[in-house]
């Protein structure tokens, strides 16, 4: 969507990825197959490219930094990437630049699991510090008895124990910042998960003006601490009475902005390709209230039914094998802004 969004923007695309058929590659102008920390497809990335970005969160920062030290624009930065894999650095970061998480503790083995229990209590979600999403490394404590098949669960790696975050529901918020600082941000989406992935964001959410601009003061805040340049997607857990707390932040367009594409002028995609290029940014202002359901696995069967509903519009990201579970694409429907 990356590329096909820069295409009609005008510029030409070369994506590096592991596996030749990516749909991505089959879409851009030049396709790269290699790892993605190979050292002569990175130069030749940099050497062929006026600016460079990704939109996967596991690729290797170290493979951004040597874009960079090749002189490469590219954005965002391998710092931002960096923080955003690990859980730890992560939730350090954002109650540093002064964005509210719940209570977190580092965890480095079972010992660590037992002095956060006498901490801050039960239950805890213990998450492995790096490679988890989706909900995947992840493990209620909710007794001292069961430390070590929790550890064993979470992955037995490097952990964080976190204190339970008690929302109402779960929101977030889609903002770009340019090359010379500006920032856009994007309605609030309200999302909804089911076994840790999500499966529908409805945008706008309903909300009130405080909760959108306390969204929209938290954005403005981690944007401005990680000098950041693109889209990034932030989650954000809605507590009785408004209060908000960050969950975490992808350092890339997010599924949780695919609305934008029916529901914007112009979309997280165009947004972000607009960014890092150094263009201005454009208008977030929805123009529809966008109902997105995710198509995972064989769900994408339907889609000559969903291809029939007048005020559907179908995504399908042409991955060849429809495993369980696997995004294969989405649905958007259209309704109406409240008058
Ligand atoms: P994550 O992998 O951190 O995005 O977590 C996946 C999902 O687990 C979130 O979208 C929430 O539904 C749930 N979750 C994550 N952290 C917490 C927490 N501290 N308390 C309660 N639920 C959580």
Redesign the pocket.
């Known amino acids: 969507m990356l590329a096909l969004a820069a295409a009609r923007l005008g510029f030409d695309v070369a994506v590096l990825d592991p596996a030749p058929d990516a749909p991505a590659a089959r879409v851009a102008a030049k396709a790269i197959a290699a790892e993605y920390d190979d050292p002569a497809a990175l130069a030749l990335l940099a050497q062929i490219s006026d600016a460079i970005t990704f939109e996967f969160e596991n690729v290797p920062a170290a493979a951004i930094q040597t874009l960079a030290d090749l002189g490469a624009a590219v954005a965002p930065s391998g710092r931002a990437l960096a923080i955003s894999q690990d859980r730890l650095a992560e939730k350090t970061f954002l109650n540093a630049a002064g964005a509210p998480t ?1 209570a977190f503790a580092a965890v480095g083995g079972p010992a660590d699991l037992a002095e956060a229990l006498k901490r801050h209590g039960a239950p805890l ?1 213990v ?1 492995s510090r790096q490679g ?2 989706d ?1 995947k490394g ?1 493990a209620w404590l909710e007794r001292a008895d069961d430390i070590d098949a929790v550890w064993r669960a979470a992955g037995a790696v490097p952990a964080i124990a ?4 008690g929302f109402d529901r ?1 929101l977030s918020v889609i903002a770009a910042r340019g090359r010379s600082g500006e920032v856009a941000v994007y309605p609030l989406g309200e999302n909804r ?1 089911v076994g ?1 992935v999500l499966r529908q964001t409805t945008a706008p959410a309903r909300t009130t003006p405080a909760v959108q601009s306390q969204a929209e003061q938290i954005a403005v805040t981690l944007l401005a601490a990680l000098d950041y340049v693109g889209v990034i997607g932030i ?1 954000l857990f809605e507590q009785r009475g408004g209060g908000l707390l960050v ?2 932040f992808a350092p890339r367009v997010h599924n949780s902005g695919h609305w934008t594409l029916d529901g914007c002028e112009v979309d997280q995609f165009e947004q972000h390709i607009r960014a890092v290029a150094g263009w201005p940014l454009g208008p977030t202002r929805a123009l529809a209230r966008v109902e997105m359901t995710n198509l995972l696995g064989d769900e994408i069967d339907a889609w000559q039914a969903l291809a029939a509903e007048a005020n559907a519009r179908l995504w399908l990201y042409g991955k060849t094998e429809a495993r369980p579970g696997r995004k294969m694409g989405h649905v958007n429907r259209l309704g109406p802004l409240d008058p």
């Not at 976190?162 to 975050?165: D, I, R, V």
């Open positions: 719940v979600l998450k988890g999403y909900g992840q976190e204190t339970p975050a779960e998960h840790g989650e969950n975490e």
